[in-house]
């Protein structure tokens, strides 16, 4: 029997055999003490990419988006983003609770928002929090919006509006490099437009774990110590440092394959009757599809694709995400429509 077409998210990746090498071979030490030469690597060779002074390696991308807000803001302080942003969801809980502040939503399109959206935030923050805003996050790129990039020209525009308040702008850029390959975008112009930028290895990269913070290097040491006090202090960590560097050399282009295969799913599921892709035009590797008039419910549609070994994110039934990635091939995609298309309208449709 064939393997599953996972198409959940870009996370289930796996290492590839010559990652795997690269995290055998990886000279390791102390990494908490700065003596871990892989690490070491890894922060210095993504700082180069972004044209920042300094990175620190993370196990995750929430903990490294929390020293960020920790380091820029106070407890009280209030942060802008996207209402649908990681940041404002799932670390939400983290970042009020543990940095204490509170985020200011921006209900925007597909997660972009715009330097005027941001100005107003700011203005309007005193009156409706009690609060001032002292960090503007933006998500690139944006996954509850569907992949979607956040145009280089807004987000100068934006730092523009920052820089006037004196506000820094964090990127959350969790696939900032499918962001990059989208649009031609080098990582060095992200990391220009932003005061810090946060990355992961974990995702459509491929790599087992970990997430990168690149900034100055006051900036750094702020996030250092905030790091240390919540245990993010890592020992011999270059063994899964290597692999986050294994895939900055290798798989970085590659992330094309995945918005070509992303294009592809989303051409077909829109053949499909019934089936509504939400994204179109599918910009990088997620697509979001709504099946309009489902004629069974979540548990039946899940026992039926997972009969034929196909895994979607549901985002709320009848609402769903697939996701592209390194272990997915043009098969895969051909499979899943055609597994979706028999359970939507039937065998031999
Ligand atoms: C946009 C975005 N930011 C941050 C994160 C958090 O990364 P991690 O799962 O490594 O904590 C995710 C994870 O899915 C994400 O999609």
Not at 126 to 137: D, G, K, Q, W
Request: hydrophobic letters at 45%; proline letters at 5%.
């Amino acid at each position: 029997m064939a393997e599953a077409v996972d198409l959940r998210s870009d996370t289930v990746t796996l290492p590839t055999p010559g990652m795997r090498r690269a995290m055998a071979r990886a000279k390791v030490g102390d990494s908490r003490r700065g003596e871990d030469p892989s690490v070491r690597a890894l922060e210095e060779h993504s700082a180069a990419l972004f044209g920042k002074e300094a990175g620190r390696f993370f196990p995750s991308g929430t903990m490294a988006n929390l020293c960020a807000v920790a380091a820029w803001t106070r407890p009280g302080d209030g942060i802008v983003a996207s209402s649908a942003s990681h940041i404002a969801g799932r670390e939400s809980p983290a970042v009020s609770h543990l940095a204490s502040v509170v985020i200011l939503g921006i209900d925007a399109p597909e997660g972009i928002f715009s330097a005027e959206d941001v100005a107003e935030a700011i203005a309007a923050a005193p009156r409706r929090v009690e609060s001032n805003v002292r960090l503007v996050t933006a998500e690139n790129t944006h996954n509850a919006g569907g992949g979607t990039v956040f145009p280089l020209a807004a987000l100068k525009r934006i730092r523009t509006v920052c820089g006037k308040a004196s506000i820094p702008l964090h990127l959350d850029g969790s696939r900032i490099f499918n962001a990059s390959i989208a649009s031609g975008v080098s990582p060095a112009s992200y990391g220009k437009v932003s005061n810090s930028l946060m990355f992961c290895l974990s995702k459509g990269l491929g790599a087992p774990v970990g997430s990168v913070l690149v900034g100055s290097r006051d900036f750094l040491k702020d996030v250092r110590s905030i790091a240390l006090r919540i245990g993010g202090g890592m020992r011999q960590a270059g063994i899964v440092a290597a692999g986050g560097l294994y895939a900055l050399r290798h798989h970085i282009e590659r992330l094309a394959e995945d918005h070509d295969n992303a294009r592809t799913l989303a051409a077909g599921l829109k053949e499909i009757p019934g089936v509504e892709v939400i994204n179109a035009p599918v910009e990088t590797n997620i697509v979001l599809f709504r099946w309009k008039m489902p004629s069974m419910g979540l548990p039946a549609f899940r026992e039926q694709l997972g009969a034929g070994k196909v895994l979607l994110e549901d985002r709320g039934f009848p609402l769903f995400r697939a996701v592209t990635h390194l272990g997915i091939g043009k098969k895969d995609v051909s499979r899943a429509v055609r597994a979706l298309r028999e359970v939507i309208v039937g065998r031999g449709s």
